[in-house]
């Protein structure tokens, strides 16, 4: 489905069409003389404490597909402290697609706060007029976005999986889940510039590095002083647990769903996932259960994950799991239903008892890495 998204109110400013549609029935899908000059696709990089998340980068390779489909631009926004690195970083954004780097330096911009960043980021929009602003959907990214696309009276569609060049209108066509995860809708802002989407960490791959490009620099400044922004940053206290489990960059992931019946069945997939050194990953009626931390949840509201292998045990492959993992390399399914809609998109299926399989799956890869143990030493 495809619809304009109706923009939030907010103040009016030089990025926003000069008239407004009035209602459903009259709303406008032309764009505007004045915002046809907008040129660029814009991806945010976030970083903290001098390293840059690779979100960021996975959707400068986006950025790069959908530059080259318009025969456009790649620009890549660093917005920073005086004393951060955001040369270096602009240097490697070249080397992952990036043609421009904008960045913007102000003691007020060291470590992220919403008023700051939203006023630095809408002043280089109306500025450098990019048609297309792209940010991950982190607690920074979508925290900054909906500011920034309210401040500038545009539309933004959050948590994309697809995103993409509409041969038509030539308009970003950003594909999301939508009622609760059971469709997946393709949203597109016609009438109003830039357009804006988030895409989580890992749904996008990570695009090759070369480091023969570079590209261009511009810098900006802020302007604002401390006293003029609400909220104070006082300290970073960085939490322990934070990368106990880590999902999203896990190559083996064996993830288990109600289908296991029972926690104390649910630990067979535990005992796989520790011959496998992999990450245990769980549907979310599962984690609802009570089965499993909150953290091992993937799908649409939970982590969204790309290994080089993704065990499925007792998942039946609804859409809201299926957005979550279906980039994985190899998919392994394990159902005893013949007909679970899991089977249409797992590159390998095993149907049969989950209690079952995985005993003897786990006993195999154990026999197999023992043996192999031995021929290496």
């Known amino acids: 489905m495809s619809e304009a998204p109706k923009p939030a109110a907010a103040a009016a400013n030089p990025a926003a069409p000069a008239k407004r549609p009035a209602g459903r029935a009259g709303r406008n899908t032309e764009l505007p003389e004045h915002l046809k000059a907008y040129k660029g696709v814009w991806v945010f990089i976030e970083h903290d404490r001098g390293h840059v998340h690779s979100v960021s980068w996975e959707l400068l390779g986006e950025a790069r597909k959908l530059a080259d489909t318009l025969g456009s631009y790649v620009g890549a926004v660093l917005l920073g402290g005086p004393d951060e690195h955001l040369d270096k970083f602009a240097a490697e954004a070249f080397t992952y697609g990036a043609d421009k780097a904008f960045t913007m330096t102000d003691p007020v911009l060291k470590g992220y706060r919403n008023e700051p960043f939203t006023k630095g980021l809408t002043d280089l929009v109306n500025k450098y007029q990019p048609e297309i602003l792209l940010l991950g959907a982190t607690s920074m990214g979508r925290d900054l976005a909906g500011s920034v696309a309210t401040t500038l009276l545009t539309g933004l569609t959050a948590d994309c999986t697809e995103l993409r060049i509409d041969p038509v209108s030539k308009a970003l066509a950003a594909t999301r889940p939508t009622f609760g995860g059971s469709l997946l809708c393709t949203i597109m802002t016609l009438a109003y510039r830039p357009q804006m989407a988030t895409m989580r960490p890992r749904t996008a791959p990570m695009p090759q590095a070369d480091a023969s490009r570079t590209g261009t620099t511009t810098h900006d400044t802020l302007g604002m002083v401390e006293t003029q922004i609400v909220t104070k940053l006082l300290d970073f206290i960085a939490d322990a647990n934070s990368n106990?489990?880590?999902l999203p960059y896990a190559d083996v992931i064996v993830s288990g769903g109600k289908g296991m019946k029972s926690?104390?069945?649910?630990?067979?997939?535990?005992?796989l996932a520790r011959v496998l050194g992999a990450e245990v990953g769980a549907t979310r009626p599962v984690v609802q259960a009570g089965w499993v931390e909150t953290d091992r949840q993937?799908?649409?509201?939970?982590?969204?994950?790309?290994?080089?292998?993704?065990?499925?045990?007792?998942?039946?492959?609804?859409?809201q799991h299926r957005v979550g993992m279906e980039a994985s390399d190899v998919i392994v399914a394990i159902n005893t239903d013949p007909n679970a809609p899991i089977f249409d998109f797992a590159h390998y299926g095993i149907v049969g008892n989950a209690m079952q399989v995985l005993p003897a799956l786990t006993q195999a890869f154990a026999a197999h890495?023992?043996?192999?143990?031995?021929?290496?030493?």
């Open 244 to 246: 106990t489990i880590n």
């Open 298 to 319: 993937v799908g649409q509201t939970g982590k969204t994950v790309r290994p080089k292998l993704y065990i499925a045990a007792g998942i039946s492959g609804a859409i």
């Open 369 to 377: 890495l023992a043996q192999r143990s031995r021929q290496v030493a």
């Open 263 to 271: 926690p104390e069945n649910f630990k067979l997939v535990f005992e």
